[in-house]
């Protein structure tokens, strides 16, 4: 989630990284607004494309619109980015790899298709290029195109990238191949993992390889009930009750006090982009640290009970080789709940791979562990064998 990136999580990230996403100044364009007629196509078909400048290694980078399924399963539009690698392509075509990216809001303008430094953000994008593969970067339903985002709903985030790897394929006409691989941080560990779950039965004309996440939001319940008590926390549930309030039309009123709604309404209008919205979003959740929920445990409540259950990630099929990494100073997603599910992996016959990172929290979890996430997944591209360390769980 970046269920899931804490405050100082990306206090760190902008330390490190020294250069992170900022708003575009110019927010939507028409670009992002589809019309009904516009709607009409298979998934993953395209609506449109307009080049983007910026992209490393001489690369060339495509701004896209697709079609796409809605919670209901009807027509939707979702905006992303696909970049396709400059030089001679393999006789059999380039490999695509889905990136699916951390919280970056939960509003349209909060799309990273919208960051000036974009490019900067995508973990392990240099890499990937110079190993020749086209990379598809979703936005997720909501984020770009009109909202609401249903933030941390994983049926939308996993048809969302496995549809940007159809819109890859539809755009490279001819470079690319069937075989795809997923790598996502946080939020976006848990989009790759249900895009694993769905991949079969939602998209059969493309070939799925392997799952890379890194810190990967699970079990929802178990990490909210972690979190709660931070303002750090309180600041990822706020956007979780206001996403879910308009998305599934669970009542926040009716679990948050009445005069907190309209900081929870602000909290919801910014972005976790860049080093410009930490003060923003820390004045907000030190005053939802004084006063915010009207109950103990909103994790124990219905609606909310059943929402989390139904977005916590089912186990992948068991021929699907996983990668994850996690580190050991994350207090967002704790390192517990992702290890729980790595046994559960390996107990329902997964060849699962699990880095741990000591000394490395939340926030620079995908930059420290993309050059070995990358090199696992062109490994499965190579037809290699999986390791596993699942006899050391």
């Not at 349209?108 to 990379?135: D, K, N, T």
């Not at 996993?158 to 539809?170: E, F, K, Q, T, Y």
Request: net charge positive; glycine share 8%; proline share 8%.
């Amino acid at each position: 989630m970046n269920l899931v990136y804490k405050i100082t999580a990306f206090c760190t990230l902008a330390l490190v990284a020294q250069a992170a996403m900022v708003r575009s100044v110019g927010a939507q364009t028409q670009f992002y607004r589809a019309s009904p007629d516009e709607l009409d196509g298979p998934p993953g078909t395209l609506i449109r494309q307009e080049q983007m400048s910026g992209a490393p290694l001489a690369a060339t980078a495509y701004r896209v619109l697709y079609r796409s399924k809605g919670l209901n399963d009807q027509p939707i539009a979702t905006s992303g980015v696909v970049i396709i690698p400059a030089g001679r392509v393999p006789p059999e075509g380039r490999p695509i790899i889905a990136w699916a990216h951390p919280t970056t809001g939960i509003v349209p303008h909060c799309a990273p298709s919208l960051a000036i430094f974009f490019f900067q953000q995508l973990q392990g994008l240099r890499e990937m290029i110079r190993r020749g593969y086209i990379v598809a970067a979703t936005d997720y339903p909501g984020l770009g195109t009109p909202g609401p985002h249903p933030y941390l709903v994983g049926v939308s985030e996993g048809r969302a990238v496995l549809d940007s790897v159809r819109a890859a394929h539809n755009l490279a006409r001819g470079e690319a191949q069937k075989r795809f691989a997923v790598w996502g941080h946080s939020q976006g560990g848990q989009a790759v993992l249900y895009a694993s779950v769905i991949a079969k039965s939602y998209a059969p004309d493309i070939e799925l390889s392997g799952v890379a996440a890194a810190a990967p939001a699970t079990d929802l319940g178990a990490l909210m009930r972690a979190d709660i008590a931070t303002a750090g926390g309180k600041n990822l549930l706020g956007m979780t009750l206001w996403s879910w309030d308009r998305v599934f039309k669970a009542p926040l009123r009716d679990i948050i006090y009445p005069e907190v709604v309209p900081t929870v309404d602000k909290l919801a209008n910014v972005c976790l982009e860049g080093i410009f919205d930490i003060e923003p979003r820390k004045a907000v959740g030190n005053l939802l640290q004084k006063r915010f929920l009207r109950v103990d445990d909103p994790t124990g409540i219905e609606p909310w009970r059943g929402l989390l259950a139904e977005n916590t990630v089912d186990l992948t099929p068991p021929a699907m080789p996983v990668y994850i990494a996690q580190g050991m100073m994350d207090d967002t997603v704790v390192p517990s709940v992702t290890f729980g599910y790595a046994k559960r992996l390996c107990a329902n016959g997964s060849l699962v791979s699990l880095t741990r990172l000591p000394d490395v929290g939340h926030g620079t979890v995908a930059m420290k562990s993309a050059r070995d996430a990358v090199a696992w997944m062109s490994d499965r591209f190579a037809g290699l064998p999986a390791p596993s360390d699942c006899k050391k769980q």
